[in-house]
């Protein structure tokens, strides 16, 4: 607690407290939410109601060194989940666990430790960085708060390192945020997260203000991180290919519900519910690396669904499914039962919630 | 002015916009600093042609040229629009205000701040018939209902009288897009329609886009920086970098055999066909500033062909095929390759 002196490691300094991986098994998540409920009190609304359902109910695993790619809509909730998962706001209800413990209930030096590990990105490289600190103050900014994880006299040659991790030079260092372009000033922001050596780095849009040319430097940086670091990823973007390619897994998020999550693969190339199928339909094809046709990135064959009408508001959310008044399968029961969890044929791991999962030819689960 | 002539359509069909040689430069203390360098490209009736481009490549400020609607820290220092024949830059104020709406008509990004916030969208949407048509107050409101039920707005009686902040992203961009075609132009410009619309939202601006082509035979101009949206909707695609046109044709053709190697570096750097967690192949560094804009080819410095000439010789955008042009010295290597 705060009288606590300074621990003779600071390298580690969160190794001996209840939040420490050491004493946490092996095999358990990284990170595990559960039954996530969050509201706003927002002014009075056409329906009367006062209340925001940004979260309601939402269950999420992320695994040591794996990406768990996070897709929505505006408004589906994603960001505020992501500022839960950061405890920069405390859930109405649920849990969250931390390899096994609960951060909010964390105090003083635990919290401190635990903040460390858990560290972000943000969307826009332009809005996040002080103009007046140059690129080796921004990245060495972090150790003010976190003073024994590196040793005064090594701070330099790390910044450099941590420079060079993500592709910038050592010369960088003393230039300022205007002097790089927006890929670079990225960089920056994911070198300064780095800094603090954490275990998950929650990226909210982290290349959606960036030119395509840049975007992929961006994610090759953060792919060749998380192979040479083994950190975890919880990458949210409304960028359905870019998820794709960064995720091991997905969740989809609607009007403040997880409506399917599974293994990548599975959720882009056989979506058991409707709305997953319409969001990857809706989203324009890509063109081929090189080639004719379109790579198909959702595998969705033949006509394209285009959805009614928009999402609701947040504020009145619909009974039952949350879904159902965009969805054309929808029947009786959708707006009575509100859905359960229910795994798909090609694994357990691979569930949606839907009275109604759409149904995949042979041949579509992984082999 | 223009040096090898315009890409887009060829003869055959009636060109509806024709845009040659357009040079735009911005007035700033450090002295003019050319944004759009000799841009020229045609539209057919009926077609769709996108100007593909990242932010800063001027395909903004072409679109903003050829509608007037620049500006006034921006000039115009060159070219030619041709609209039906006319060439609108000779026009003087009024008869060029004559022009929008029943002739060329805009889109815009931002639907929000594109709409006026104290009228109700009805007096809006009647606004181009009272003025231009000198319709009734009550034949123009009729007309308004009507767009607003051809757009896809729900009881358009109803909201008719509803003001813009009442509406939901996707709804505003419909209205904005019902106002552009009210007098039916012949020629859109769409600046980035659906950039700021959610997924399922944007596929239902694009559909609407294209049965208005298809109904009334506008020639739509997309500007966006959207490779699989041009993918999608365009038949004719103008790739810009560095306020240049660097590569034309039609889309199938040039997205899938490119003839300039940016166009080929952006295509590549797609991440859909690339395995998951691989390298993507990415275009070095980042596009240079309208002020440093480097000698001779402008992605030289980015581009994995430069050689010595690259420095010294700004490459036209020259014909390589039927319908295609680039403007690279090499391009016959990325042809070959």
Known sequence: MPETPNPPNPANPAAAGPAGPAGADADAPLLRARGLTKTFRVPRSASGSTRLHALDGVDLTVRRGETLGLVGESGCGKSTLARVLLMLERPDAGSVRYAGVDPFALRGRQLLGWRRRVQMVFQDPFASLNPRMSAAELIAEPWRSHPGLVPRPERERRVRELLEMVGLRAADARRHPQEFSGGQRQRIGIARALALEPEVIVCDEPVSALDLSVQAQVLNVLTGLQAELGVAYVFISHDLPVVRHMADRVAVMYLGRVVESGPAEAVFTAPRHPYTAALLSAAPRPPAAHGGAAAAGPDAPGERIVLRGEVPSPTDPPSGCRFRTRCWKAEERCAEVLPSDEPAPDGPEHVAACHLPLAHSGGTSAP | ?337
Not at chain 2, 37 to 61: H, I, N, P, W, Y
């Open chain 2, 1 to 337: 002015m223009n040096r090898h002539g315009t890409p887009g359509t060829s003869g055959a069909e009636s060109t509806a916009l024709e845009v040659r040689g357009l040079s735009v430069e911005l007035r700033t203390p450090g002295g003019p600093v050319p944004v759009v360098r000799d841009v020229g490209f045609s539209v057919g009736a009926g077609q769709t042609l996108a100007l593909l481009g990242e932010s800063g490549c001027g395909k903004s400020m072409t679109a903003q040229a050829v509608a007037g609607l620049l500006d006034p820290v921006a000039e115009v220092v060159g070219g030619q629009v041709l609209l039906g024949g006319r060439d609108v830059l000779r026009l003087g104020p009024r008869e060029r205000r004559g022009l929008a709406g029943p002739e060329l008509a805009m889109v815009f990004q931002d639907a929000l701040t594109a709409l006026n916030p104290v009228h109700t969208v009805g007096s809006q949407l009647a606004e181009p018939f009272r003025i231009h048509e000198r319709a009734s107050r009550g034949a123009a409101r009729e007309r308004a209902v009507e767009l607003m039920e051809r757009v896809g707005i729900p009881e358009p009686g109803l909201r008719f009288r509803s003001y813009p902040h009442q509406f939901s992203g996707g709804m505003r961009q419909r209205l904005l897009i019902a106002m552009a075609v009210a007098l039916r132009p012949s020629v859109l410009l769409a600046d980035e329609p659906t950039t700021a619309l959610d997924v399922t939202v944007q596929a239902q601006i694009m559909e609407l886009l294209a049965e208005l082509r298809r109904e009334t035979r506008m020639a739509l101009v997309l500007i966006t920086h959207d490779l699989a949206v041009v993918a999608e909707q365009a038949d004719q695609v103008a790739v810009m970098y560095s306020g240049t046109v660097v590569e034309s044709g039609p889309v199938a053709e040039v997205f899938a055999a490119p003839r300039h190697p940016y166009t080929r570096g952006l295509l590549d750097s797609v991440p859909a066909g690339h395995a998951r967690g691989t390298v993507l192949p990415s275009i070095e560094g980042a596009p240079p500033r309208p002020t440093a804009v480097p000698a001779g080819c402008a992605f030289r410095t980015r581009c994995p062909l430069a050689r010595e000439r690259c420095a010294t010789h700004e490459p036209p955008l020259s014909a390589t095929g039927p319908g295609r042009a680039s403007a690279c010295h090499y391009w016959k290597e990325l042809a070959d390759a």
